[in-house]
């Protein structure tokens, strides 16, 4: 037993078999993707940034009813409604956070409209403070811009809510 | 000879080794720690209050931020706590999901435990391989819940969602041809269940090259064997729980010893460690890993043979269906008043635990029967193990304090709260 272990320490067997494990995965294809160009997958369910959509018309889906705001954990999200000229119940201020935002998707669930969505956004950036404020132009804006990515995901995730 | 004086040193905050923001104060001889005092507090965000302020729900995502290496666990202790006040059971099928992902945790903060308590000590490469695994186990939470940590999957009375039919791919660009991501996507074509049983499949294999490159390495063996050595006893003494008392030689798990969920019906062996040392510390948490990929197999079998209802449908509780909340009067209004006002609890107080990879991780409620509770109280594995430094450390070696820093696998997010 005694010369069987001198053997393995002189031999440097140990750290032989543990060199081995490194260059076996030295030449293995890495997991690693080129980043801006190539993306890993997105799921269909990812919350990233906030949207607000509009019906296919181009009316606004929110009514104000304040349930995002009330369920909002962060209390991320401000609003102000009032009576529009036709006689709904509309917004005049939408304002989300992105600094008190935690992305848990409560808002979405909450939403009985499907007014307000989680993109798969993820990579956004803001130089000024204030720009922490999403308005809501800002936030309609990109509903239209992604719409129809938006409107894909969610449909392929609807049948489990 | 001129009397020397002991030197205080101080540790962190902002130290590599230190896990996040841990304040050691240490008094050297020389380079013998003769006394370490830790100061914490430094992220404290007063999770415990700030519960208290609001209706039940809305705490499951801050759950996820205590512990932000094993998120869902944390949730699992809330969401469990709530369910024994209001007396509630979650399907089968929810049961088995939930210690799916509990276990699926628990390989996620083992692995990155290796990898930084690996690259503390000085093997670098071990890092890199275990960061390789987690990414896939990161896939499973994401096409779950939608976040890669910060789930808030759990609900009181099961999950929010069923898992999903199909997983996301890698597209084709023109940076990278369709060949290779036909090869990325190999695992990717079927179910949520199918790439889980592909990862479990190869995790084993994955673990015997963490073995190979530190179990026997004499180098590892020098910073660990006989380092940190706590006894049985004194392990109980100082509240250890999970892989610290573990491995001090004592079988305590709390998923045998007060199964909760499925985990009576479940077939799994809990690891004990002979001297506990730093070593023996090591051997138990990777022994477990390759345990949790046994359950986690052995749930998704079941899952594959048995669809049925994830979460409760008591409307008082659970938000209707979508479909239904659309064209149904009643069930709109449960949605409203479930999102705003949220349920009360009936009157009382729970202390409800379960082991999380860390140890055990409780949550004890008191409520008045209102819609939020009245006080929430998080009992902290780390809090436990942080505070027996002293004693693990005392007559050590400067480098040996690092060792024993990352052999008790502490989370500030949680240790702090």
Request: negative net charge; hydrophobic residues 35%; contains cysteine.
């Amino acid at each position: 037993m005694k010369i069987l272990n001198i053997i393995k320490t002189l031999t440097l067997i140990d750290l032989l078999k543990g060199l081995k494990v490194t260059l076996k995965n030295f030449f293995k294809p890495k997991i690693t993707v080129q980043y801006p160009e190539v993306k890993t997958p997105i799921s269909n369910r990812f919350r990233g940034k906030l949207a607000l959509m509009k019906y296919e018309n181009g009316e606004e889906r929110c009514i104000a009813c304040k349930l995002c705001s009330a369920v909002c954990p962060a209390n991320a999200i401000s609003i102000d409604s009032e009576e529009s000229e036709d006689g709904t119940r509309r917004t005049t201020r939408f304002d989300i956070d992105a600094f008190k935002c935690v992305y848990c998707g409560f808002c979405e669930e909450a939403c009985p409209v499907d007014a307000i969505v989680e993109t798969d956004i993820f990579e956004y950036h803001m130089t000024e403070n204030h720009q922490r404020l999403q308005t809501k132009e800002m936030l309609l804006q990109l509903g239209d811009d992604y719409r129809e990515k938006i409107v894909r995901k969610k449909e392929k995730d609807h049948h489990y809510k | 000879m001129a009397d020397s004086d002991n030197l205080t040193l101080n540790f962190g905050p902002q130290h590599p080794a230190a896990h996040g923001v841990l304040r050691l104060i240490m008094e050297m001889d020389g380079e013998v720690v003769h006394r370490i005092d830790p100061h914490v507090g430094l992220l404290h965000r007063g999770t415990e209050k700030l519960a208290e302020t609001k209706p039940y729900n809305h705490s499951i995502g801050y759950m996820d931020r205590l512990d932000y290496i094993s998120m869902m666990c944390c949730e699992h202790a809330y969401v469990l706590a709530i369910e024994k006040l209001l007396d509630v059971q979650p399907p089968i099928r929810a049961q088995y999901i939930r210690v799916m992902f509990d276990e699926i945790t628990r390989i996620l903060n083992h692995l990155l435990w290796l990898g930084c308590h690996g690259l503390d000590i000085g093997a670098m490469a071990l890092f890199l391989y275990c960061f390789r695994e987690r990414e896939d186990l990161m896939d499973c939470y994401e096409a779950v819940s939608g976040s890669r940590m910060h789930a808030t999957y759990y609900r009181p009375g099961g999950v929010y969602r069923d898992l999903p039919e199909e997983m996301p791919k890698y597209k084709a660009n023109r940076f990278i041809s369709k060949s290779k991501v036909k090869k990325l996507n190999y695992n990717r074509e079927g179910t949520l269940l199918d790439f889980i049983a592909d990862f479990t499949e190869r995790f084993p294999s994955k673990v015997d090259e963490y073995e190979a490159l530190l179990t026997d390495n004499r180098i590892w063996k020098q910073r660990t064997v006989n380092i940190g050595v706590v006894e049985p006893e004194r392990a109980i003494e100082l509240g250890f729980t999970g892989p610290m008392l573990r491995g001090s030689g004592v079988e305590w798990d709390l998923r045998r010893k007060e199964p909760y969920e499925v985990y009576d019906l479940l077939d799994f062996k809990i690891p004990i460690g002979l001297n506990g040392d730093c070593y023996d510390r090591y051997l138990v948490r990777v022994e477990e890993m390759r345990q949790s990929n046994l359950i986690i197999q052995q749930c998704v079998a079941w899952l594959n043979k048995n669809p049925g209802p994830v979460i409760i449908e008591d409307n008082k509780l659970t938000p209707p269906k979508r479909a239904l909340m659309k064209h149904d009067m009643e069930s709109l209004i449960y949605h409203f008043k479930l999102f705003s006002e949220g349920y009360s609890v009936p009157e009382g107080e729970i202390y409800c635990p379960v082991e999380s990879p860390k140890g055990e991780f409780g949550v004890y409620i008191v409520s008045d029967g209102a819609n939020k509770p009245y006080r929430l109280k998080v009992r902290a594995p780390s809090f436990a193990h942080l505070a027996a430094i002293n004693e693990m450390v005392k007559g050590h070696m400067l480098a040996d304090v690092v060792s024993v820093l990352g052999t008790l696998d502490l989370v500030f997010g949680e240790l702090d709260r």
